[in-house]
């Protein structure tokens, strides 16, 4: 046998041996998500239930800051609230770690205090989760429509912010645990100014229980 047979032989064996491995490899793989999605069939997790129980507004103040070149007046919003949210696994076998949970206020889209993080919590089945943090926002900048829309809907009576919720959950069947999976939550909140009748009354200009929470409300949530 010559030295160059020799050569290609070996490379022949070194090609056979890298296919088997890429196969091995490949067939492992398979298997393993094969199991999983069998167990997800099975177990058939399900999103959580929010629900926004109650909106306590502290304080919530807008003041005129100055004009801009062009003209227009630009204003801040003050505001404190605690917001009380509530979480129940509907899942019968399967269990939820929720590992990290942002809370904050948006009025029409605009983010009007900062994030409040939850704490992290197991969540076994059909276990409920109460919480109730303090969101508040520090002299955030309203455009000039945000400005006018906010004192037009005081006004009128009737103010309607949203409570979203974003951050990161697992799930737990046995000892099988899922990757993180995004979590969001938007729970609308209609706040009644003044019993209604907004800046007008004997109530006017703020105070305990001038904004209202109407009542509990379902949350919207996409995992």
Request: charged content about 15%; aromatic content about 12%.
């Amino acid at each position: 046998m010559s030295i160059k047979h020799c050569e290609q032989h070996k490379d022949c064996e070194r090609q056979r041996l890298y296919r088997r491995c890429c196969a091995a490899i490949f067939g492992i793989l398979i298997l393993l998500l094969l199991i999983a999605l069998i167990v997800w069939l099975v177990l058939r997790p399900t999103k959580p239930r929010f629900y926004l129980n109650d909106l306590t507004v502290v304080c919530l103040n807008v003041t005129t800051g100055g004009s801009y070149a062009s003209g227009y007046s630009y204003s801040f919003l003050t505001v404190t609230m605690q917001a009380t949210i509530a979480a129940r696994n509907g899942n019968e076998r399967v269990g939820i770690y929720y590992d990290r949970a942002d809370v904050y206020a948006e009025y029409k889209g605009l983010r009007i205090t900062v994030p409040t993080s939850l704490p992290p919590v197991y969540q076994g089945h059909p276990d409920l989760t109460v919480w109730s943090p303090f969101l508040s926002g520090n002299n955030v900048q309203l455009p000039p429509y945000l400005a006018v829309s906010i004192t037009q809907d005081e006004t009128a009576g009737y103010l309607l912010v949203t409570i979203r919720v974003d951050g990161w959950i697992r799930y737990k069947a046995g000892a099988f645990i899922t990757g993180h999976y995004h979590l969001r939550v938007r729970c609308p909140a209609l706040l009644i100014v003044n019993d209604g009748r907004g800046s007008y009354g004997s109530n006017s200009g703020g105070g305990n229980g001038y904004f209202r929470f109407q009542r509990a409300a379902a949350c919207v949530v996409d995992v």
